[in-house]
Each structure stands twice: as structure tokens, then as C-alpha cells.
């Protein structure tokens, strides 16, 4: 769509005021004589002003900066047994939008940083709009969602000289890490090459949590989401990354813009790892877990459709700046689970957005409104543009037409009804409490370069904390990952490698530790 002003036509030939009155001169305020002050007449000047004054929005509080794309999901069909989401019916096309980005930085900074990346679809469907708002790694740095202020406050700038900017490399995160071990798994991606992605179009993308699809009958099966890119994945290695930061920091957005552009086409297979309600309980870990992957041998992904972003956004701040996703946009088909780091997720994104967005309107900005009508009787609030009618509420008699109540078989969402019950506590299941195994398996999983690209990460790292004892902390806890690993990286950060008998009884405490929780169990 072309957004430019048409001069030819009468309409739009003439710059004019908010209020449509056409415009004279633009480029001088109104004075009191050719040399003098402005006067309180010049209502041009003050309007013109005033909006230039009020143009900023807060940025996100993560994910600040982003770069985004439209598309089209196109579905592969024969998951019905499964889920009755209708946008994964065979045959069907959804609209999507999607936007990518990094977590930490401010809105300007680097793209080619070591970060984990935004992954948020919003797809358009004909039962309203579903988001999937994942990363591009599988798992995150913390169980609850209570955490996060900490966990964000520790990774962003310190707090008395706002440093260092968009870089986890310093004393608080390294600090709060080394006192938060569920976080070694993240960590080890986070330290991988996968924290550098070449191109958005060459990495994955993950849900990450645990949710639900639900069949017609109303069956649950547990799933997790995962986008494969159809190219190969690719990542920088450091040195690349500190160039082009310098060099071009949009790199990652330009390539996406031009690759659009050049009509080579960024393209994701969507992919289900399902398991059946009864499995629950199977794995040496718990499913509700967000630090915790389902091994792929396990749980083998099924795939459900393919994602081509084919157009780029006509304006940054409309679309890329003004999208708002939720974890608890959903559709009939897909539910949520008690994962007790999605739960904490789905209040905060709302609550952010009222501040963002500036109200509780921002569903009418185009970009977030679902492609298909909206009915409901909120009204008024700041920036409202859809009251209609002369009823505004429910029930009553006195609309004409059809109810506002769609029942289940009409597509009205349906919350599973899980058994809930319990006691009020603050305490997780010790189901949670296996920090190490997992991070072993990603090391396990690396090539020889893969894994001195992890150590030298932690070097760069740990290497910019200048507490010794932190950074002693985090070696420890990679003690409990693998000797090796420990060793390596305390050799070059100035720690004094853990002695043999250290390392055993690290380790020995760990394995306990499984047997005691998880025995029998798969994995
Ligand atoms: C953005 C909170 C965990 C992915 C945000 C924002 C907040 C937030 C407040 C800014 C939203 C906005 O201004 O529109 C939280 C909390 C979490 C959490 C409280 C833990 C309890 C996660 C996890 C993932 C994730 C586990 C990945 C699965 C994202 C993405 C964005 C985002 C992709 C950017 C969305 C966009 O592009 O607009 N998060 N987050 N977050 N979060 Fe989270």
C-alpha cells in the first residue's frame, strides 16, 4: 500500500491543520513584527508543536526492539484427532504477523548481539486472534513468573549508570544467575551460538511452555510449539557479531526488510510435539517446567503448516511498534496449562500494554484487531472509536437480532475443565527441582567447536564480572553440568579449577538427587 501523499488529488493537495483548515505558511511562526517574539495566536505552531512533543510511547519493557513482517499460514490438515482450532484445518490460510526481537537492548540498539530472540505470531483467524508469542530458544531462565522483575532488572543496565547497554556481560546478571540454578540450562543457550542468529529467517522459533489442544469431543492432548525455518539455521560466530553491531546495527532488520523486498521469502514450518493427557507423568521432569525441553526422540514433532512472510509493514510505529501480543490470545482448540511461568506471563502483557498503548483501546488499532467483528459492550476509555448502538450491556431485550452468547458448537471458547485443588502454597512440586540434567544433555549435544564457542562465551562473560566470588559461584554450578566445562572456564577467567574430589561430590549429589526424585521415570 502506498502511503504517500497524492498532491494531485484536490483533497490531499494542500498541508492543513488537525482540524482540516488549510494551511498558509509553515516554516515561520506568527510574530509580534519581524524580530520579535511569537504570539499565542499562532494556534498552527502550538497544535503542530504540542503533537511533536507528544510523539514517543514508552517502549516495551523487554523486547524493546523489534523488527516484523506480515505473511500467510497455510495449514497441512490431519491434526482433527487432536485440536479443533480451525486454523489448522487442512487447506486453510490465515493471516499472520509476526515480529522479531531482541530482549534486552533499548529500542536503537545492535541487532547482532548475544540475546536470546523474540519469536511473537499474530495470526488472524476466523475464530479471532491467536498469538504465539515464543523465543528462539526452547526453554527460559526462570520457573515462576514472579521472578521476572528480578530476572530483568538483573540482565538490563544497572541501575546507577544505566550500564552496560544491551549486554548481559556484567556483575548483577551474572550475580543473580550464579543464586538462580534452574537457570543453567537457558544459560547454556544463551552461551551457544544460538544467542546469534545470522537471520531471522535462519533460526527457530519455540513457544516454550507446555499448553493444550482440545479435539471437538473436548479430548486434551499436552503440546509444545516449535517453528523450523526452512532454510538451514545459521548462526554469527563472536567476532562477526561485534563488527556488524558496529558496522550495521540493523543488520538483522535490513535482511529482513530486503529479503521481503527482493521477494526471497522468509519461511517456518510449524511443528507439534503432542502427548497424550495420560503421559503426564511419564518424564524425569516435569511438564509444566519451562526450563525443561521434551526431547525430540521422545516426543517426535508432527507438522501442522507453513508461515511465508511475504510483505513488510507500511509503517514502523502503526505495526511493528504498536503490535501487542498476549499469551492469552487464544482460539477453541488450543488451552492453557498450569505452567506457573505462563500464568505469571498472562497477567503481565495486559497490564503492560494499558501503559504502552496508552489505554484500554488498543484493540482497535488495526494491527491488533482481529480480522472479523467485535461485539461486546465496553465502551468509552481513551482513544475510542467503535461505539455503536444504543444498548450496552447484557443480557437485555431490547437489541434486535441475534444473542451475543455463542455456545461451543458455534466456536464460544470453552476453557478445559481441568480438576483444580489444592492448598494455597507458595512452594513448587520437587518435580522442578532438577536443575542440571538437562543443561548436561545441551553440552553433551554440542560438537567440539560448538562447545569451545560456549566456553569462550563465558569467558567474554564472566570475564567483565569483577566479583571473584560470583563469578566462583557459576563455576560451581557448571561443576554439576560437566567437569570439563567447569575447568575450561574457569581457566580463563582467573578461578582456580575445582579439584577432582570437589567436582565428585558435586556430581554425586546431583545424581543423587534424580534417583531420588525421578526413578523409573524415561528420562
Ligand atoms: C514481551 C513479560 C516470559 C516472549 C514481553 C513484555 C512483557 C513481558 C511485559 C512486553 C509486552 C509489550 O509491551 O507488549 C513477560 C513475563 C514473563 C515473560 C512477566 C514471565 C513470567 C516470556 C517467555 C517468552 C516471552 C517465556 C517466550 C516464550 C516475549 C516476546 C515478547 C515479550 C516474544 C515481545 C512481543 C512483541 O514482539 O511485541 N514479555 N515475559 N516472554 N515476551 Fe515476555
Not at 514517543?56 to 499460514?73: D, K, L, M, Q, Y
Request: proline share 6%; hydrophobic share 35%.
Amino acid at each position: 500500500m502506498d502511503n504517500e501523499h497524492n498532491y494531485n488529488n484536490e483533497e490531499e493537495k494542500y498541508l492543513t491543520t488537525n482540524q482540516g483548515q488549510r494551511v498558509n505558511h509553515t516554516d515561520d511562526g506568527l510574530r509580534a513584527g519581524q524580530r520579535g517574539p511569537l504570539i499565542m495566536d499562532d494556534h498552527h505552531f502550538r497544535e503542530k508543536m504540542t503533537h511533536f512533543d507528544h510523539e514517543r510511547i514508552p517502549e516495551r519493557v523487554v523486547h524493546a526492539r523489534g523488527s516484523a513482517a506480515h505473511g500467510i499460514f497455510e495449514a497441512y490438515g490431519g491434526l482433527e484427532k487432536y485440536t479443533k482450532a480451525s486454523f489448522l484445518k487442512a487447506g486453510k490460510s490465515t493471516d499472520v504477523f509476526v515480529r522479531f526481537s531482541t530482549v534486552v537492548g533499548f529500542r536503537g540498539s545492535a541487532d547482532a548481539v548475544r540475546d536470546v530472540r523474540g519469536f511473537a505470531t499474530k495470526f488472524y483467524t476466523d475464530e479471532g486472534n491467536y498469538d504465539l508469542v515464543g523465543n528462539n530458544m526452547p526453554v527460559f531462565f526462570i520457573q515462576d513468573g514472579i521472578k521476572f522483575p528480578d530476572l530483568v532488572h538483573a540482565i538490563k543496565p544497572e541501575p546507577h549508570n544505566e550500564m552496560p547497554q544491551a549486554s548481559a556481560a556484567h556483575d548483577s546478571f551474572w550475580d543473580f544467575i550464579s543464586l538462580m540454578p534452574e537457570s543453567m540450562h537457558m544459560i547454556m543457550w544463551v552461551l551457544s551460538d544460538r544467542a546469534l542468529p545470522r537471520s531471522y529467517s535462519t533460526m527457530e522459533g519455540f513457544g516454550v511452555h507446555t499448553f493444550r489442544l482440545i479435539n471437538e469431543e473436548g479430548k486434551s492432548h499436552f503440546v509444545k510449539f516449535h517453528w523450523k525455518p526452512t532454510k538451514d539455521m545459521a548462526s554469527f560466530v563472536w567476532d562477526e557479531t561485534q563488527k556488524i553491531a558496529g558496522k550495521d546495527a540493523d543488520f538483522n532488520r535490513r535482511d529482513l526488510w530486503e529479503s521481503i523486498e527482493m521477494g526471497n521469502y522468509p519461511e517456518y514450518e510449524l511443528c507439534l510435539q503432542i502427548l497424550p493427557e495420560e503421559d503426564e507423568h511419564k518424564f524425569g521432569f516435569d511438564i509444566l517446567d519451562a526450563t525443561k525441553i521434551w526431547p525430540e526422540e521422545m516426543v517426535p514433532l508432527v507438522k501442522a503448516g507453513k508461515m511465508t512472510l511475504n510483505r513488510n509493514p507500511d509503517n514502523f510505529f502503526n505495526e511493528t511498534e504498536q503490535v501487542a501480543f498476549h499469551p492469552g490470545h487464544l482460539v477453541p482448540g488450543i488451552d492453557l496449562t498450569n505452567d506457573p511461568l505462563l500464568q505469571g506471563r498472562l497477567f503481565s502483557y495486559l497490564d503492560t500494554q494499558l501503559l504502552r498503548l496508552g489505554g484500554p483501546n488498543f484493540a482497535e488499532i488495526p494491527i491488533n484487531s482481529p480480522k472479523k467483528p467485535v461485539n461486546n459492550n465496553q465502551q468509552e476509555g481513551f482513544h475510542r472509536r467503535g461505539n455503536t448502538g444504543k444498548v450496552n450491556y447484557f443480557p437485555n431485550s431490547r437489541a434486535t437480532g441475534c444473542p451475543m452468547m455463542a455456545p461451543a458448537s458455534e466456536g464460544g471458547y470453552v476453557h478445559y475443565p481441568e480438576p483444580v485443588s489444592g492448598v494455597k502454597t507458595r512452594e513448587r512440586s520437587e518435580g522442578f527441582k532438577d536443575f542440571y540434567s538437562q543443561a548436561t544433555l545441551f553440552w553433551n549435544s554440542m560438537t567440539a567447536v560448538e562447545k569451545q564457542h560456549i566456553v569462550e562465551a563465558a569467558w567474554f562473560e564472566l570475564g567483565k564480572v569483577t566479583e571473584m566470588a560470583i563469578r566462583e559461584r557459576v563455576v560451581e554450578h557448571f561443576a554439576r553440568i560437566d567437569s570439563d566445562l567447569a575447568n575450561r572456564v574457569a581457566g580463563g577467567i582467573g578461578v582456580a579449577p575445582l579439584s577432582p574430589d570437589k567436582v565428585e561430590v558435586l556430581q554425586k549429589e546431583q545424581a543423587e538427587f534424580v534417583d531420588r526424585i525421578w526413578k523409573g521415570r524415561l528420562i
